[in-house]
C-alpha cells in the first residue's frame, strides 16, 4: 500500500482530494446554509455546455466551462434579484440549457472526444502539477476572502436588509461569493466528475447539521468529514481498483449515516433526561 504514495500520480491525487475537500466544504457550507443547493446543481450542470464547447472550438474545456459557470452563477442572480423571476425557474433553464448545448457542440465536435468521461464521472488519478497550482491559488484567496471579511459574509448572506442599513456592499458581496462557487464547481469538475460532484458541496455539510447548525463550527466539521472521506475513498478505490469518485461519495454517505446516527441516539437521551 505505501508502494503506491512513491508515484507522482498519487501523489497529485492526494493533495488534489485535500485541497478540493477543503474548498468544496468551505463553498458547500455557504450554499447549505444559504439554501442554494439547486443553483450548484444547475451550475455544474451548466459548465457541461462550456466543457461541449471548447472541445468544439479546440481551446481548453475547463477555460470555457469557467465562462459558462459564472456566466450561469450571475445569470440566475441577476434573474431572481433583478427581474424577480423565481429562482428554482432561473436554476431549471440554466440546467436545461448547459446540458443542451453540451450535448449539440459535443455532437458537432468532429471524431472521438477525449477525456470526456473524466468530467462526467470524474478521475482524480488525471490530476496534474497546473491543475493543484490552480486549486491552490483558488483555496488562498477562498481563505482570504473568508478571513478578511467573515462577518460582512454573514450579514450579506442572511440578513441582506440590515447589511444595506449598515452600508455594507450586500451586492458585491453575494456576487463574489456566487463567482468563487462557480469557480470552486469547475475546479471540482475533474476530481468527482459533473455527475456526482453535487454530493461534494452537501454530504459534509449534512453530517456536521447532526451536531450543529452554527456556520463557523459547521464549516470546521465539514471541512473534517470532506478531507477524511475523500482521502479514504481515493485509498479504497487503490484497494478496490474502482473508480474514486464512487468511493468518495459512498463514504461521505457512510460518514453522514453514523452521523445521524449518532445525533439521533444524543437526541433521545436529551428526551430522556
Known sequence: MLDILGYSFFQNALLGVLI?????????????????VFIAGGVTHACFGGLGLGYFLGVSPIAMASVFAVASSLGVEWLSTRQHVRRDSA???????????GTLFIFL????????????FGNILTITTSDLLAF????????????LFYRTIIACAFDPDFARTMNLPVTAVNCTMTVLTALCIVLTIRLIGI????????MPQMTAENFTRNFRPMALISVAASVVCSVAGLVASYVLNVPASATIVIMLVVAYTVARLIGNKKRKSALMI
Open 20 to 36: 478540493a475537500g477543503v474548498a468544496a466544504a468551505i463553498v458547500g457550507t455557504y450554499i447549505v446554509t444559504r439554501r442554494m
Open 91 to 101: 436554476i431549471a433553464v440554466i440546467w436545461a440549457l448547459g446540458m443542451a448545448l
Open 136 to 147: 491552490g491559488a483558488f483555496l488562498v484567496v477562498l481563505l482570504a476572502f473568508f478571513g
Open 109 to 120: 465536435t468532429p471524431g472521438y472526444v477525449p477525456e470526456l468521461n473524466s468530467f462526467l
Open 195 to 202: 455527475m456526482l460532484l453535487l454530493s461534494l458541496f452537501t
